[in-house]
């Protein structure tokens, strides 16, 4: 019988090659209840607070900024445009998501994008002890210490939500 290949998403690799710890989860992503972070978190069985979901947003002039927010949470836009440093931002259209990212809705991990952008982590992160965040395709996730993402990259913890 042929052993089942275990799937490596670029974040993954990312992580490997930063010899950085972290748990792999993959889930069948066609349930309704996938659609969210309190399903993925259920599914998961994991607490609702540690599961986020990561968001590309632009200021219009061709500028991209991340913001890793608890997946319960919504985005204080003025905030994150103060942080970034720029008069206002909005998501980006997902029409632009895929080409910009390389991954597509439902799997956008703040790491290993085509791009590496200004990354803004909510301060919520600071509250637990790991995060669960997008493996960088649809039904996995990947648990890692928040510190990874400042450290790995370059990420600001600030508070950006509602």
Do not use: W
Not at 65 to 90: N, R, T, W
Not at 105 to 131: L, N
Not at 132 to 141: C, E, P, R, T
């Amino acid at each position: 019988m042929a052993k089942k290949k275990e799937i490596k998403t670029n974040a993954m690799r990312l992580l490997d090659d930063n010899s950085i710890n972290y748990n792999h989860y993959s889930f069948a992503a066609d349930s309704e209840a996938a659609r969210t972070g309190v399903g993925v978190a259920d599914i998961i069985g994991k607490n609702h607070n540690q599961v986020f979901k990561t968001i590309l947003t632009t200021d219009g002039k061709g500028n991209n900024f991340v913001a890793v927010v608890m997946s319960e949470d919504s985005i204080d836009f003025k905030k994150l445009a103060k942080e970034a440093g720029v008069k206002s931002l909005s998501m980006l259209p997902l029409k632009d998501l895929t080409v910009t990212t390389g991954y597509e809705k439902g799997g956008c991990s703040p790491f290993a994008m085509k791009k590496t952008f200004p990354t803004f982590v909510d301060i919520k992160s600071q509250d637990v002890e790991t995060i669960i965040i997008s493996a960088g395709k649809v039904g996995h996730q990947i648990e890692v210490k928040p510190k990874v993402l400042e450290e790995l990259i370059s990420a600001k913890v600030v508070d950006i939500t509602k």
